[in-house]
């Protein structure tokens, strides 16, 4: 099979477990991120690909051919690191061409590449400049380019937006999908931030305490999360407690949520409902009844904060579909069960 | 913090101290000497004030210029054996575990708290006949008897390796301490075999640290003269020795005193060479 295939991967270092038995397939041009909070293994299972550490048990198989025995440079990846290690003593175009100049082009191909990768990274003529005389967004693009010179088979990148400042790197997050998608290759990236992930991935991977926790399009990620875990560390959600009664209709704060029951076999669990799902009603008319306590307006959009028998129910509206509703009134709060995604505990 | 330039004489103050040392402890005793470098000497020993040019112009002899020529070579070579050694060491100590890295470090130290005497004879057990080393090699069916290692070049040239390199390690161990370690796994990544990457990537990042480190090691081991009489064979003896002989046991110390200016200009002028070569090749990169 074409592609990139991690087989019941693993990692100890002593007795901490980094990676946990990850097994994973990516088939080839896809757009991975793999996302999760610090210390989640995320950085050690993308340096194992690299080759930079060495599996404790599984393998690597790109294409079907075994990688785990081969050492890094002579695996073909580009790699973006976080720091992005620009080498100091070179010029711009000299860091680009160092990998070519190791493969022996001579030096006529290697300026015409050198060329080539800096009108792809929208940085023509800055072959000559030095390193260190670039902002924080001409290293990244010129760390892209040197990762990209030899058209590797995997490229691999390590939290590589992180030193960026928000706009920028909202910016660059569109810039390097659209260059992915241009030139077809299977992209990794690492990240810990969910709208990273959500704008530029095909495949979402959520690591948690070194174990996949789901693997899916970012789209049902986010609708149809696999575990409370992932439910909450994508996007923002609420999770409330929820019983089946003998009828198997779902209790949650001491009543039915209307419309949704839970599965057979199944006592007890969460309900995860995200933020802008939930309905509010000023009238009081709704499934729950609960007060007010915090508006945040942020504008664009409304966060409320609403108490329902001692639980705090977020709900996120638009300033245009909501009438005033302000701290300390009544409000009824409805959950419509099509939104709900019932998870075990 | 202040960043604004010094306005007023109360500002320069801070710099009182070390100025009025720097002038007590060097600017005086070393205007001394070159005074005296142009004194006329005194048969029985003493020195007049005059202004007499004979004292440089006897060092302009071939015996002088060859000892001066010694002198510079074994410099350089203890600075560049003892960087050649000291680099990769140090490189890979700082890949070791923190308690390791320890453990090295107090061991280097504590070399230095050796006197050059100690360390003199103890090369000399080490590279004599009757207790050195060549009795271990013989034992080892390596040597069919034992030999003296000393007294020659390579005893002289071992003993201020060792002396120098504890130092050489110290100079280093920061600046590589502090150097990125992503940048070889770049290299890695990139197609480079860990011992190219090395090559050409982590040296040529520290070059400056490089040049500067042997700078420190060849101004240190030249003014070495304890080492080479011990270790060596007259023939092997560096223009300090010389000077020392000149202004203790001849008791000729205007000779001595041009000597030593002698040897300050020319080392002098070969660390500002290169500096001069290091920043051309800079500008030019």
Same mark, same amino acid.
């Given at each position: #099979?074409?592609?990139?295939?991690?087989?019941?991967?693993?990692?100890?270092?002593?007795?901490?477990?980094?990676?946990?038995?990850?097994?994973? $397939?990516?088939?080839?041009?896809?757009?991975? =991120?793999?996302?999760?909070?610090?210390?989640?293994?995320?950085?050690?299972?993308?340096? #194992?690909?690299?080759?930079?550490?060495?599996?404790?048990?599984?393998?690597?198989?790109?294409?079907?051919?075994?990688? $785990?025995?081969?050492? $890094?440079?002579?695996? @073909?990846?580009?790699?973006?690191?976080?720091?992005?290690?620009?080498?100091?003593?070179?010029?711009?175009?000299?860091?680009?061409?160092?990998?070519?100049?190791?493969?022996?082009?001579?030096?006529?191909?290697?300026?015409?590449?050198?060329?080539?990768?800096?009108?792809?990274?929208?940085?023509?003529?800055?072959?000559?400049?030095?390193?260190?005389?670039?902002?924080?967004?001409?290293?990244?693009?010129?760390?892209?380019?040197?990762?990209?010179?030899?058209?590797?088979?995997?490229?691999?990148?390590?939290?590589?937006?992180?030193?960026?400042?928000?706009?920028?790197?909202?910016?660059?997050?569109?810039?390097?999908?659209?260059?992915?998608?241009?030139?077809?290759?299977?992209?990794?990236?690492?990240?810990?931030?969910?709208?990273?992930? #959500?704008?530029?991935?095909?495949?979402?991977?959520? #690591?948690?305490?070194?174990?996949?926790?789901?693997?899916?399009?970012?789209?049902?990620?986010?609708?149809?999360?696999?575990?409370?875990?992932?439910?909450?560390?994508?996007?923002?959600? @609420?999770?409330?407690?929820?019983?089946?009664?003998?009828?198997?209709?779902?209790?949650?704060?001491?009543?039915?949520?209307?419309?949704?029951?839970?599965?057979?076999?199944?006592?007890?669990?969460?309900?995860?409902?995200?933020?802008?799902?939930?309905?509010?009603?000023?009238?009081?008319?709704?499934?729950?009844?609960?007060?007010?306590?915090?508006?945040?307006?942020?504008?664009?959009?409304?966060?409320?904060?609403?108490?329902?028998?001692?639980?705090?129910?977020?709900?996120?509206?638009?300033?245009?579909?909501?009438?005033?509703?302000?701290?300390?009134?009544?409000?009824?709060?409805?959950?419509?069960?099509?939104? =709900?995604?019932?998870?075990?505990? | 913090?202040?960043?604004?330039?010094?306005?007023?004489?109360?500002?320069?103050?801070?710099?009182?101290?070390?100025?009025?040392? /720097?002038?007590? %402890?060097?600017?005086?005793?070393?205007?001394?000497?070159?005074?005296?470098? +142009?004194?006329?000497?005194?048969?029985?020993? +003493?020195?007049?004030?005059?202004?007499?040019?004979?004292?440089?112009?006897?060092?302009?002899?071939?015996?002088?210029?060859?000892?001066?020529?010694?002198? /510079?070579?074994?410099?350089?070579?203890?600075?560049?054996?003892?960087?050649?050694?000291? %680099?990769?060491?140090?490189?890979?100590?700082?890949?070791?575990?923190? &308690?390791?890295?320890?453990?090295?470090?107090?061991?280097? !130290?504590?070399?230095?708290? /050796?006197?050059?005497?100690?360390?003199?004879?103890?090369?000399?057990?080490?590279?004599?006949?009757?207790?050195?080393?060549?009795?271990?090699?013989?034992?080892?069916?390596?040597?069919?008897?034992?030999?003296?290692?000393?007294?020659?070049?390579?005893?002289? !040239?071992?003993?201020?390796?060792?002396?120098?390199?504890?130092?050489?390690?110290?100079?280093?161990?920061?600046?590589?301490?502090?150097?990125? *370690?992503?940048?070889?796994?770049?290299?890695?990544?990139?197609?480079?075999? *860990? /011992? &190219?990457?090395?090559?050409?990537?982590?040296?040529?990042?520290?070059?400056?640290?490089?040049?500067?480190?042997?700078?420190?090691?060849?101004?240190?081991?030249?003014?070495?003269?304890?080492?080479?009489?011990?270790?060596?064979?007259?023939?092997?003896?560096?223009?300090?020795?010389?000077?020392?002989?000149?202004?203790?046991?001849?008791?000729?110390?205007?000779?001595?005193?041009?000597?030593?200016?002698?040897?300050?200009?020319?080392?002098?002028?070969?660390?500002?060479?290169?500096?001069?070569?290091?920043?051309?090749?800079?500008?030019?990169?």
């Amino acid at each position: #099979m074409s592609g990139l295939h991690l087989k019941d991967l693993s990692k100890r270092f002593g007795n901490f477990t980094a990676v946990d038995d990850v097994d994973l $397939t990516v088939p080839h041009g896809t757009f991975v =991120c793999i996302l999760g909070p610090s210390g989640c293994g995320k950085t050690t299972l993308l340096r #194992m690909i690299a080759g930079l550490e060495e599996p404790s048990a599984g393998a690597i198989l790109l294409d079907d051919e075994d990688m $785990t025995p081969v050492p $890094t440079h002579k695996r @073909n990846l580009g790699m973006v690191f976080q720091s992005l290690a620009l080498f100091p003593h070179l010029t711009v175009g000299e860091n680009i061409a160092y990998p070519l100049r190791i493969r022996g082009v001579d030096k006529n191909g290697q300026r015409k590449r050198v060329e080539e990768l800096l009108a792809l990274v929208h940085l023509p003529g800055y072959a000559a400049r030095p390193v260190s005389k670039l902002s924080g967004g001409q290293r990244q693009r010129v760390a892209i380019a040197r990762a990209l010179a030899l058209s590797p088979r995997l490229f691999l990148l390590d939290e590589p937006l992180s030193a960026l400042d928000a706009k920028l790197r909202e910016a660059m997050q569109v810039e390097l999908r659209q260059l992915q998608q241009k030139l077809g290759i299977t992209t990794i990236v690492v990240t810990h931030d969910q709208r990273e992930a #959500m704008t530029m991935a095909d495949l979402v991977v959520v #690591m948690g305490e070194g174990r996949i926790r789901q693997a899916a399009s970012p789209i049902e990620i986010y609708r149809k999360p696999a575990d409370a875990f992932v439910a909450d560390f994508i996007g923002s959600t @609420n999770l409330l407690e929820v019983k089946a009664d003998r009828a198997g209709r779902a209790i949650t704060l001491g009543q039915p949520i209307a419309g949704l029951s839970l599965p057979k076999g199944m006592a007890s669990g969460l309900v995860s409902i995200r933020p802008e799902d939930v309905h509010l009603a000023g009238s009081a008319n709704g499934a729950f009844r609960g007060k007010v306590t915090f508006v945040r307006d942020l504008g664009g959009t409304i966060e409320t904060f609403v108490e329902v028998g001692g639980t705090t129910i977020v709900a996120v509206t638009t300033p245009r579909e909501r009438g005033d509703i302000e701290a300390g009134t009544e409000v009824g709060v409805t959950l419509p069960a099509e939104s =709900c995604v019932v998870l075990k505990q | 913090m202040r960043r604004e330039p010094p306005r007023t004489i109360a500002d320069y103050t801070p710099l009182a101290f070390p100025a009025i040392m /720097l002038i007590i %402890f060097f600017v005086v005793p070393f205007s001394t000497m070159i005074a005296v470098s +142009f004194f006329r000497r005194q048969q029985g020993g +003493f020195y007049t004030p005059d202004f007499v040019i004979d004292n440089y112009g006897r060092f302009l002899s071939a015996f002088f210029g060859g000892v001066l020529g010694f002198s /510079l070579m074994l410099a350089i070579m203890v600075a560049v054996i003892c960087v050649a050694i000291a %680099f990769p060491f140090t490189y890979l100590l700082t890949k070791t575990s923190r &308690r390791v890295q320890i453990v090295w470090l107090v061991c280097l !130290l504590s070399v230095l708290s /050796l006197s050059e005497v100690i360390i003199g004879f103890a090369w000399s057990t080490l590279f004599s006949r009757t207790a050195g080393i060549t009795n271990l090699l013989v034992a080892a069916g390596l040597m069919s008897e034992p030999q003296a290692l000393l007294p020659g070049f390579g005893a002289v !040239l071992t003993g201020m390796v060792y002396q120098a390199l504890p130092y050489t390690i110290l100079v280093l161990y920061p600046a590589l301490v502090r150097l990125d *370690p992503t940048l070889l796994e770049a290299a890695r990544t990139l197609g480079a075999s *860990p /011992l &190219r990457g090395f090559i050409n990537i982590i040296v040529p990042a520290l070059r400056n640290t490089i040049v500067a480190t042997l700078i420190m090691v060849f101004v240190f081991a030249l003014g070495s003269y304890l080492l080479p009489q011990i270790l060596g064979r007259p023939r092997h003896w560096t223009l300090s020795v010389l000077i020392t002989d000149q202004a203790i046991y001849q008791s000729n110390m205007p000779f001595a005193a041009a000597m030593a200016v002698f040897l300050v200009l020319i080392s002098l002028a070969l660390v500002g060479l290169t500096l001069l070569v290091g920043g051309r090749r800079e500008a030019t990169a």
